[in-house]
Structures are given as structure tokens and as C-alpha cells.
């Protein structure tokens, strides 16, 4: 299944220099705040698309201003196989311009949104949308998308990544759901 969620541009590209600042949050969990052998920086850029969904064309100032940096943006995340203790997760938070830096150990990583974290069934009737131009997809669509990861990395060096959230018309970031009524003109 195509989840929405694109990871953009996603290459590992070493990191000469980079002025950023970090101001993301790190909680429980991965070894971030204690400098270790084999400790590298990941910095991650995360940004999201909302596209023109009908109506007036566009000025160039609008298409400017698609994509834009998730200020404020929360993920959660782990090392290795998705963890099943809230306590082996870190909360990390992108700072003003959505960047997150962390100082990890090398390993592979994942990332999950905080709404991942939920029961199925608070994801699902978080999720789910009900009424006449929409079209949900099996339940199991939901708990695949639930348990995929928003983002994977296997870190080796100092890094950057790229994380591009691509919305869709009327249904969001949102795989299992279906937008079937009409567009604006």
C-alpha cells in the first residue's frame, strides 16, 4: 500500500559545518544527551506539502508557501524493532525552522507520530472519518498504517535527512481514506 507519508530526497549526506540549532526536545530512551564512541549527529529537516485543492488559481505566493517547515512537529522515536515500552521511546520535537538534531549512536532508527502510539482503537476513532465524499478503507488498512514507521535511517556518520509530509486533497496525511465528492472550481 502507497502510504502518503513521502520521505523526501532521503540520502545520507555527510555534514560539514551545519549552523543548525537544536532546539527539539529529547526525553527517555536512546542515549542522546552523553557523547559515546560511535556517536553521530542526525539532523533531520522536516517539512510538509499542502496542495491546491480547487477554487482560485494560485498566486505565486501561495504556491511559495506549500511546503512549509513543522515547527513544533513530535515524533517519537527507537532503535531496532519497534519497541513495545513507552519507556524505550525519546519524544523529539523540530525547533522553529523543523529541524531536529540528535547525538545518537550508530544504529537504525525509526520514527513514529505520537498518534502511532495510541491503542488501535483510539487511533481508529481518531482516524476514521465518516460521511457522504468519504470512503474508508478495512480496518486493517488503519493498524498497517499505524504500525509502519514515518521514517527510517540507519546512521553511520554525521547526517541529514529529509522528511517531506505530502498531504492530499481534503483527506490529509491520512492512506486508508478516500475523498469521493467534488472539487471546488
Not at 25 to 53: A, F, M, W
Request: glycine residues 10%.
Amino acid at each position: 500500500m502507497g502510504f502518503k507519508l513521502i520521505i523526501g530526497g532521503i540520502g545520507l549526506l555527510v555534514v560539514t559545518g551545519c549552523g543548525c540549532v537544536n532546539n527539539g526536545e529529547v526525553e527517555v530512551g536512546i542515549e542522546s544527551s552523553t557523547v559515546q564512541k560511535d556517536t553521530y549527529t542526525l539532523y533531520i529537516n522536516v517539512t510538509e506539502y499542502r496542495p491546491h485543492c480547487g477554487g482560485m488559481a494560485p498566486t505565486p505566493e501561495m504556491e511559495a508557501n506549500m511546503t512549509q517547515p513543522m515547527s513544533g512537529m513530535i515524533y517519537y522515536l527507537y532503535k531496532g524493532e519497534r519497541p513495545t515500552n513507552m519507556s524505550d521511546f525519546t519524544k523529539v520535537v523540530a525547533n522553529n525552522e523543523g529541524l531536529i538534531e540528535l547525538e545518537i549512536v550508530a544504529g537504525t532508527y525509526s520514527m513514529v507520530t505520537e498518534d502511532k502510539l495510541l491503542s488501535f482503537d483510539e487511533f481508529i476513532t481518531l482516524k476514521k472519518v465518516e460521511g457522504i465524499h468519504y470512503s474508508n478503507q478495512p480496518d486493517s488498512c488503519y493498524e498497517e498504517w499505524r504500525q509502519h514507521a514515518d521514517f527510517n535511517v540507519e546512521l553511520v556518520s554525521d547526517s541529514t535527512m529529509y522528511l517531506s509530509i505530502n498531504h492530499r486533497c481534503f483527506t490529509g496525511v491520512n492512506p486508508c481514506l478516500e475523498y469521493t465528492g467534488p472539487y471546488p472550481p
